[in-house]
C-alpha cells in the first residue's frame, strides 16, 4: 500500500496497491525530487482509460519495474479529470516535444518540475529501457537536459496571442465568413457515415452546435444534411448503449460500430443539448427516444445520493474490455427465448460474432422499424417486441459483473449537464427533466460552491481543490440555462456573481483571454490559456458565449465587449482550420446577426415560455417574470388586457407585444 491509499480519486486508488512508490502530485513528492536530486516522473491519466489499466498491469504491478522506478525517480500519479491543470501543462510540453498527446501520459521532469521527455504508452520491455536511459541521461547529461527542458518551458510560457499571431479583426463579425467557415469545415465531412472524415471518430458536439446555428442562419440544405447523417448514426451505431442508453466515449472505427466502452458524463451531458436542439428542429422520434433514455441512465446509474453526477464508467469489466456490453450468440438465445429468430436478423447476430471472439455488439444503421422491414421481419406489434426485447437483456445484464466507476463529481461536467438537462425540457417540455435540471444546479450552489467560489471536485461529502476556469465556464452556462427555464431570478444572480469572479481572478487584460487557472490556485511552471475546442468546448469558448448571453440579459456592454473582443481575435483561427474552434463558431454565428430577446411578462409566462421554447430558435435570449422584474429587459413591461404578453425585441427596440406564441414566432421570422 503506498500513499495514494489516502487519496480520494477513483483513479489514484486503483494504484495504491501497485508496488510503484506513488506520491500524489503535491508538496511532499516536489520537495522530496529537490532534496535528492531525482528526476520527477509524472504519470497521468483517468479511471476509465484502458490503456492506463494495461500499461499499470504491464508495468506498474510488476515488483522488477517498480524496483527501477522507486530507485531513478520520485513517482507521481495524477487524475487528469482532478488536476486537468497539471495535465494541461505538461500534454502542451509533450507536444511541443514531437510527441503525439494522449494517456497515460507519463512525463519525466527535472526536480525543478521542468519537462524534458515524454511518452504515452508503452510496453513493458520498452518501458524499462526508456527508464535506464533516462537515468542515465540524468546522471551523464544534465545539462543538455536542463537546456532541453528550458526550451519546452518558453515555449510553454509564450502568450496565446503571440503564439498564433491573433489580432483584432479589422470588419465587423459577417455572414460571408461564417460561409467560408462552413465550407472549410466541409472538406472534412464523411458525408457517407456521418461524423467527420477519419478514424477512431469522437462525436465533436461542439461542431453540430455550429451546423444547427449555421443552418439557422442560411437555411443551407447541406449543412442541414450533415446533422442529421451524423447524429442518426451516433444514435444508431454501437456507439451508444441500445441496452441501457447513453454513449460511449468514441468509435474506433469508421462505421460508429465498436466503441471505446468508457461512458463519460460530459460527452453524454453535451450530446443531451445537441439532441434537444436537433429535436426542436427536426421532431425526429428517434432524437427523443435518445434523449429520454440516456436521461433514464443517467438518472439510474451516474446520479449520487448527494444529487450530484458522477464521473465516468470504466469501459473494462473481468479484464475485458467491453464485456458487460456484448454478448455470445448463446446469451442472447437464452435471453431472449422465442424473441431471437428476429432479433438475430435485426442486429446480425451469429454464432461466430459480429465483432471479434465470438462477441456481437448491438449496432444498426438505420431506425429499428426500418430495419426490422429491411430484415424481412413482418410484426404488426414490432415496437413492443423490440421494446421487451431490450428489456430483457437490460434485466440480464443486471446479473453481469459491472464495469468500475468513477464516483468523483466534477463541477465542470455537472455544469455541462445542467445546460443538457435544461435544453432537454425545453425540447420535450417534460417536468420531470426540469426538476431534475433545478436539483442538480441546488447541488452545485449547496455542495461545491465555498463563499462565491467554486470547487473542481466532490467525493465522500466534500468538495476539494480549487474550481477551474472550466468549472465556472460550465457552471455559469448551467445557470442561464436554469434562469431561462424556470425564470428564477436566483440563478441569474448566482451567474453573474460567478462570472465577475472570473473577471477578476482569471481574466488576463493585457491579452484579452482567460487563464486557466485561478489567481488563488497553484502556481505551475505555466499558467495557461484554454482556446481551442475538443470534444469539451475550450473555457475560454464557453466564457465568451456566458458573456455575451449576460450582457444581453443585464444590459451589460462591458460584459458584451469582452466576449466580442475575444471572438474577434479568434476570427484569425476561425477562418484558417476552423474545426478546432467550432464553439467560437457558434457564438460567431449570434454575433454575425442580431440575437432575439424574448420577454415574457404575465401570470402564464411560464406556460407561454414552455410553448414558445418547443421551436427550434438557436439566437435568443428568454426572460420573463409572472408578476414584476427589475431587469432592464423587463422593467415597466406589463401584460395586455390580463393577458400574459410577448414582447420580441432586437437591440434593446421592442415589436408591439403580442399575446400569442405564433405572432411571436412571426415577428421573430420577419427579421
Not at 441496452?243 to 468509435?251: D, E
Not at 440480464?396 to 449537464?417: E, F, M, Q, T, V
Not at 482567460?514 to 488563488?520: K, L, N
Amino acid at each position: 500500500m503506498n500513499r495514494l491509499s489516502q487519496q480520494t480519486s477513483p483513479y489514484l486508488l486503483q494504484h495504491a496497491h501497485n508496488p510503484v512508490d506513488w506520491y500524489p502530485w503535491g508538496e511532499e513528492a516536489l520537495s522530496k525530487a529537490k532534496s535528492e536530486n531525482k528526476p520527477i516522473l509524472v504519470s497521468i491519466g483517468y479511471s476509465a482509460c484502458h490503456w492506463c489499466h494495461v500499461m499499470e498491469r504491464e508495468c506498474f504491478e510488476k515488483e522488477p519495474i517498480a524496483q527501477l522506478m522507486n530507485q531513478y525517480f520520485v513517482c507521481i500519479k495524477v487524475d487528469r479529470e482532478e488536476r486537468p491543470d497539471v495535465d494541461a501543462v505538461y500534454m502542451d510540453a509533450v507536444q511541443a516535444m514531437g510527441v503525439r498527446g494522449g494517456w497515460p501520459l507519463n512525463v519525466f521532469l527535472l526536480p525543478d518540475t521542468k519537462p524534458f521527455y515524454g511518452v504515452t504508452y508503452l510496453p513493458p520491455q520498452n518501458w524499462v529501457q526508456l527508464l535506464k536511459s533516462i537515468n542515465k541521461a540524468f546522471t551523464d547529461h544534465y545539462d543538455e537536459l536542463a537546456s532541453s527542458a528550458e526550451g519546452f518551458v518558453e515555449n510553454m510560457i509564450a502568450s496565446e496571442s503571440q503564439k498564433y499571431g491573433l489580432e483584432h479583426a479589422t470588419g465587423p463579425f459577417n455572414t460571408d465568413d461564417l460561409d467560408l467557415m462552413f465550407e472549410q469545415l466541409q472538406r472534412h465531412f464523411d458525408t457517407q457515415k456521418g461524423g467527420m472524415d477519419r478514424a477512431p471518430k469522437f462525436m465533436m458536439p461542439s461542431i453540430y452546435k455550429f451546423l444547427l446555428r449555421y443552418f439557422d442562419l442560411s437555411q443551407n440544405p447541406e449543412a442541414l444534411a450533415q446533422v442529421e447523417l451524423s447524429l442518426n448514426r451516433i444514435a444508431l451505431g454501437g456507439i451508444y448503449d441500445h441496452v441501457g442508453g447513453g454513449w460511449a466515449r468514441y468509435s474506433v472505427d469508421e462505421d460508429w460500430f465498436i466503441p471505446h466502452f468508457e461512458k463519460m458524463l460530459y460527452d453524454n451531458a453535451q450530446l443531451l443539448s445537441v439532441y434537444a436542439e436537433a429535436y426542436s428542429l427536426t421532431k425526429s422520434p428517434l432524437y427523443a427516444n435518445r434523449i429520454e433514455r440516456s436521461i433514464q441512465w443517467l438518472s439510474d446509474e451516474m446520479r449520487s445520493s448527494d444529487g450530484g453526477f458522477f464521473s465516468a464508467l470504466d469501459a473494462d469489466s473481468e479484464g475485458i474490455e467491453g464485456k458487460f456490453y456484448i454478448w455470445t450468440e448463446v446469451e442472447l438465445k437464452e435471453t431472449l427465448g422465442e424473441d431471437f429468430d428476429w432479433f438475430s436478423k435485426l442486429y446480425k447476430i451469429s454464432r461466430h460474432g459480429n465483432w471479434e471472439h465470438g462477441f456481437n455488439h448491438l449496432h444498426l444503421t438505420e431506425p429499428a422499424e426500418h430495419a426490422a422491414r429491411t430484415a424481412g421481419i413482418q410484426s404488426n406489434d414490432f415496437p413492443q417486441l423490440y421494446a421487451n426485447a431490450l428489456t430483457k437483456l437490460a434485466e440480464k445484464r443486471r446479473g453481469k459483473i459491472r464495469p468500475g466507476l468513477d464516483d468523483k463529481i466534477l463541477a465542470s461536467w455537472n455544469g455541462l449537464l445542467i445546460k443538457g438537462l435544461a435544453d432537454c425540457y425545453r425540447a420535450l417540455g417534460r417536468e420531470e427533466i426540469r426538476n431534475l435540471a433545478i436539483a442538480t444546479g441546488h447541488f452545485m450552489s449547496e455542495k461545491m460552491t465555498d463563499g462565491g467560489t467554486l470547487k473542481h471536485s466532490y467525493k465522500n461529502g466534500i468538495a476539494t481543490v480549487t474550481g477551474f476556469l472550466e468549472d465556472y465556464a460550465a457552471v455559469i452556462e448551467g445557470y442561464l440555462g436554469l434562469y431561462q427555464v424556470t425564470f428564477d431570478e436566483n440563478w441569474l444572480l448566482k451567474a453573474q456573481q460567478l462570472a465577475d469572479y472570473t473577471l477578476s481572478n482569471f481574466f488576463d487584460r493585457s491579452e484579452g483571454f482567460f487563464y486557466f487557472t485561478d489567481a488563488y490556485g497553484e502556481v505551475l511552471i505555466a499558467r495557461k490559456k484554454e482556446l481551442f475546442d475538443n470534444v469539451i468546448p475550450a473555457s475560454n469558448s464557453m466564457m465568451a458565449h456566458n458573456l455575451y448571453v449576460l450582457g444581453k440579459m443585464l444590459d451589460r456592454s462591458d460584459y458584451i465587449e469582452v466576449a466580442d473582443n475575444m471572438l474577434s481575435k479568434m476570427t484569425k483561427l476561425l477562418l484558417a482550420d476552423v474545426q478546432w474552434v467550432t464553439n467560437w463558431a457558434a457564438l460567431y454565428c449570434q454575433r454575425a446577426v442580431p440575437t432575439a430577446e424574448i420577454a415574457i411578462v404575465g401570470a402564464d409566462a411560464d406556460a407561454i415560455r414552455k410553448d414558445f421554447d418547443r421551436f427550434f430558435v438557436p439566437n435568443k435570449i428568454v426572460m420573463g417574470t409572472s408578476t414584476y422584474s427589475t431587469l432592464p429587459l423587463l422593467a415597466n413591461r406589463t401584460e395586455i388586457n390580463a393577458k400574459t404578453a410577448i414582447y420580441v425585441c432586437y437591440d434593446k427596440t421592442c415589436q408591439l407585444p403580442v399575446t400569442k406564441v405564433e405572432e411571436a414566432l412571426s415577428q421573430v421570422a420577419g427579421v
